[in-house]
Nanobody, 121 residues
Framework: VQLVESGGGSVQAGGSLRLSCEVSAYTYRLACMGWFRQAPGKEREIVAY???????YAADSAKDRFTISQDSVTKTLYLQMNSLKPEDTAMYYCAARERDCGVVTARWAYWGQGTQVTVSS
């Protein structure tokens, strides 16, 4: 399983970005895909995930501003981020796992290289 993120960049507060994560190989194995982020000096944290049945989880920091979605054919994962704040500045990672979904970072098996999001005030 290979995950490749794109769509990061620099925006001003209040702006929007749409992240994409392309999935290649063995996509049939994947039961859950999600987005994490890691700011400098902080631990990697869950932003949102979407399960194979369509179940969605969003962290409190993402609710009402971020929307996770997935193309049912290509399995490409998206994260629409609106009303961005400086505290959203981080490296954003796409992740996947083969069994159930969950928020514990260490239990996610597959990771992309990340895409940087920088929000200026």
């Amino acid at each position: 399983v290979q995950l490749v993120e794109s769509g990061g960049g620099s925006v001003q507060a209040g702006g929007s970005l749409r992240l994409s994560c392309e999935v290649s190989a063995y996509t049939y194995r994947l039961a859950c895909m999600g987005w994490f982020r890691q700011a400098p000096g902080k631990e990697r944290e869950i932003v949102a995930y979407i399960g194979i049945g369509g179940s969605i989880y969003a962290a409190d920091s993402a609710k009402d501003r971020f929307t996770i979605s997935q193309d049912s054919v290509t399995k490409t994962l998206y994260l629409q981020m609106n009303s961005l704040k400086p505290e959203d500045t981080a490296m954003y990672y796409c992740a996947a796992r083969e069994r159930d979904c969950g928020v514990v970072t260490a239990r996610w098996a597959y990771w992309g290289q990340g895409t940087q999001v920088t929000v200026s005030s």
